[in-house]
C-alpha cells in the first residue's frame, strides 16, 4: 500500500520559519519531491530529495531520511506570498503518489 | 520555460454529457499525465502515457478513458459524465526518469487545471 501523511493545516508569523514534516509509507521509493500550490493555480516544483540529508535552495531547504519514512520542507524568513498549500509527492515504481498537501497560512 | 496548457479553465457540463479535456505541452517531453484534485483527497492519478499512442491505468481511471494521438497531446475523456466526477483537472507532463546527480530529470511541470463541474 501507499501511505503519505501531512499536516492539514499550519500557520506562522512573517519573517518567522516553518517546518512542514511529511511521512511516508510506498511501495518502492526512487525519489521525494516537493510542489508549492497558490489558491486556484498550478503546483510548482520546489525541491527534490533522493538521498539522506539536507539540500537547500535559497530560503527553502527539505529533508530527507529514508530509513525513517520522513521528510520536511523548511522555509525560513517567511514572507506573505508563501502562503499556500504545499505537497509532499513520492516517486514510487512509475508514478508519484501526492499527499493531501499542507495548507500553510502566514499571518503579518 | 515549460508551457503546460489546458483547453478550459472552467467547464459546466451536464450528467451523460461526453466531455473533452485536452492538453498540450511545448517541451518535447515523453511523459504526460492526468490528476483530478479534490478537498481532503489530494492529487490522485488517472491516465498516464510514456509515449505516444500508449497509455496506463492510474489510481483511479474508472470512468475515464484516454487518447494521446501526437506527443505533444493528451486528452482527457468522460464517455458519460457523472456528478461525481466535479472536480478539479490538472495536466502535468515530464521527461522520463534518469536519476542523475544534480537532480531529477521527470520533474513534473503542471497545466493551470480545468474546474469541472456537472449538474
Not at chain 2, 15 to 35: A, I, P, R, S
Not at chain 2, 71 to 88: G, H, Y
Request: hydrophobic share 30%; charged share 25%.
Amino acid at each position: 500500500g501507499q501511505n503519505i501523511d501531512q499536516p492539514t493545516e499550519m500557520t506562522a508569523t512573517e519573517g518567522a520559519i516553518v517546518q512542514i514534516n511529511c511521512t511516508y509509507q510506498t511501495s518502492g521509493f526512487n525519489g521525494l519531491f516537493w510542489y508549492q500550490q497558490h489558491a486556484g493555480e498550478a503546483p510548482t516544483f520546489l525541491s527534490y530529495n533522493v538521498l539522506d540529508g539536507l539540500e537547500e535552495k535559497g530560503r527553502f531547504s527539505s529533508f530527507l531520511s529514508r530509513s525513517k519514512g520522513y521528510s520536511y520542507l523548511l522555509l525560513k524568513e517567511l514572507q506573505m506570498k508563501d502562503s499556500a498549500s504545499y505537497l509532499c509527492a513520492v516517486r514510487g515504481f512509475q508514478k508519484l503518489v501526492f499527499g493531501t498537501g499542507t495548507r500553510l497560512l502566514v499571518s503579518p | 520555460d515549460v508551457k503546460v496548457t489546458q483547453s478550459s479553465r472552467y467547464l459546466v457540463k451536464r450528467t451523460g454529457e461526453k466531455v473533452f479535456l485536452e492538453c498540450v505541452q511545448d517541451m518535447d517531453h515523453e511523459n504526460m499525465f492526468w490528476y483530478r484534485q479534490d478537498p481532503g483527497l489530494g492529487l490522485r492519478l488517472i491516465y498516464f502515457s510514456y509515449d505516444v499512442k500508449m497509455k496506463e491505468k492510474g489510481d483511479i481511471p474508472e470512468g475515464y478513458s484516454v487518447s494521446r494521438e501526437k506527443k505533444e497531446r493528451f486528452s482527457l475523456i468522460l464517455e458519460s459524465a457523472s456528478t461525481n466526477q466535479t472536480s478539479m483537472y490538472l495536466c502535468a507532463s515530464s521527461f522520463h526518469f534518469l536519476r542523475r546527480e544534480e537532480g531529477p530529470t521527470d520533474t513534473q511541470y503542471f497545466g493551470p487545471g480545468t474546474r469541472l463541474t456537472v449538474l
